[in-house]
């Protein structure tokens, strides 16, 4: 028993530090900054290539849209952003598919309000298709905790 014992507890620790890895180093991590950096970019064709086609992409202030109404709304601008970082992230990879929860720090301009910084709580579901990650869910709340408010001239 007790030389089972000794593989057991080594093959445990293993296991348990595979899991404790930084989430960061995931690659759906990277996949998530490139499709903030489209976003930010206003680059159409990556954010073709990373969105799929049956998207639902839900936004904080209850509107939902499909890819094609996602694509128009970056296009022209109804939502510009300028910086989007991942403040805390988990990634729950199933294989074909992953579940992403976290906060991000959205700096940006919605509409006709002025330029502002908000943080949303996020889910986000990717599906690998014919080897790439594409997002088919985006759904954001408002963060109980919000940075703080900057004074305006």
Avoid at 30 to 42: F, N, P
Avoid at 65 to 77: D, H, S
Avoid at 93 to 115: S, Y
Wanted: aromatic share 8%; with cysteine.
């Amino acid at each position: 028993m007790k030389v089972l014992a000794a593989p057991l507890v080594i093959l445990a620790f293993m296991v348990s530090t595979a899991v404790a890895a930084p989430v960061d180093k995931h690659p759906l991590a990277e996949v998530q900054r490139e499709r903030y950096r489209a976003m930010i970019d206003q680059n159409l064709p990556a954010l073709e290539e990373v969105l799929g086609r049956d998207l639902v992409y839900s936004h904080s202030d209850g509107t939902v849209e499909n890819r094609a109404e996602f694509l128009r709304t970056i296009r022209r601008g109804v939502i510009r952003y300028f910086d989007l970082e991942d403040l805390s992230l988990k990634v729950r990879d199933r294989g074909d598919w992953a579940i992403l929860n976290g906060t991000v720090k959205m700096d940006c301009v919605l509409g006709d309000r002025p330029r502002g910084i908000v943080h949303l709580n996020f889910t986000a579901v990717y599906e690998n298709r014919d080897g790439r990650w594409q997002l088919t869910t985006w759904q954001t709340t408002m963060a109980k905790k919000q940075p703080p408010m900057k004074a305006t001239d």
